[in-house]
């Protein structure tokens, strides 16, 4: 049985492709409809902690360039012009409901050194007693293994999944460009099926996620069951949703039947 109704801490991630266009410039009517349904969670009275993706796509968008660099230095200056950009937005656009947003950049070292862990537990747990919106993204611009495929945390669904297990959050939902995990690529195979719940992450399961993910993110579901590994394990329970439907946020926390469901081990 679905109830989310409870939840106090949220964790959303957002990934790249769906924030921008495939140009990287900003996908305006998705970003403003996903900020509007945020900042009414928060207003409902839960904590609220936002993964972003985006700081290389918006940088690249912002440049005009046709696609991403391919030299480490040319990522990393992308993603630092793209970050500024993404923060200038997401602060206009939660300030328009009254919400403070604050930014947390982070690398896989401050997660693994004990004094740095501490201190960043304690900087979460104070934004979130000030109901301050806390927006974190990799460090890009300063650790290159955060930008390479198999380094460090390298994804931002493995990021948010640490982030989950970091500030012990109720729930993890990754805003995806697809509807939730499928038995297939339902853009290859029609007769995919999407799998409303997931109890147990068998290798089956894993089998369903083979596959890259686009050209402006860095996942797919590999890195979403991951981060589903990660998370369950800790007790969160996770949910993989399409961020181009943002109103799921809703229905998902009313107890509809929306998305993947990750299920946390005591559900059992
Ligand atoms: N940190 C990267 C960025 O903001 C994205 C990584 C990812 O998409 O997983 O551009």
Not at 1 to 21: A, C, E, P, Q, Y
Not at 90 to 118: C, G, M, W
Not at 165 to 177: H, P, Q
């Amino acid at each position: 049985m679905r109830d989310f109704s409870n939840v106090k801490r949220v964790v959303v991630k957002i990934g790249s492709s769906t924030l921008t266009h495939p140009s990287g410039l900003l996908n305006i009517r998705c970003v403003e409809a996903l900020v509007k349904v945020l900042a009414d969670i928060k207003n409902s009275g839960r904590e609220l902690v936002l993964v972003s993706s985006g700081a290389q796509a918006v940088g690249v968008g912002k440049l005009g360039l046709r696609e991403k660099p391919q030299d480490m230095p040319g990522k990393q200056a992308v993603a630092a012009i793209g970050q500024c950009e993404l923060m200038y937005i997401y602060d206009k656009l939660f300030s328009e409901y009254n919400h403070v947003t604050a930014q947390i950049l982070l690398t896989r070292e401050d997660v693994d050194n004990p004094v740095r862990k501490q201190n960043l537990q304690n900087t979460f747990h104070r934004l979130l007693e000030m109901n301050i919106l806390p927006i974190v993204n990799e460090n890009d611009s300063v650790a290159t293994e955060e930008i390479e495929a198999g380094g460090s945390f390298g994804d931002n669904d493995t990021l948010s999944a640490v982030v989950s297990v970091l500030i012990e959050a109720d729930l993890l939902i990754l805003l995806s460009d697809i509807d939730g995990l499928y038995t297939d690529n339902p853009r290859t195979n029609p007769d995919a099926q999407l799998i409303p719940c997931v109890e147990r992450l068998t290798p089956e399961i894993e089998a369903m996620a083979s596959g890259a993910g686009s050209a402006r993110g860095t996942g797919g579901m590999v890195t979403k069951i991951r981060a589903a590994q990660l998370a369950v394990s800790h007790g969160a329970e996770m949910l993989i949703l399409n961020g181009a439907n943002p109103n799921d946020l809703y229905r998902l926390l009313d107890g509809e039947e929306v998305g993947t469901w990750f299920m946390a081990p005591h559900n059992d």
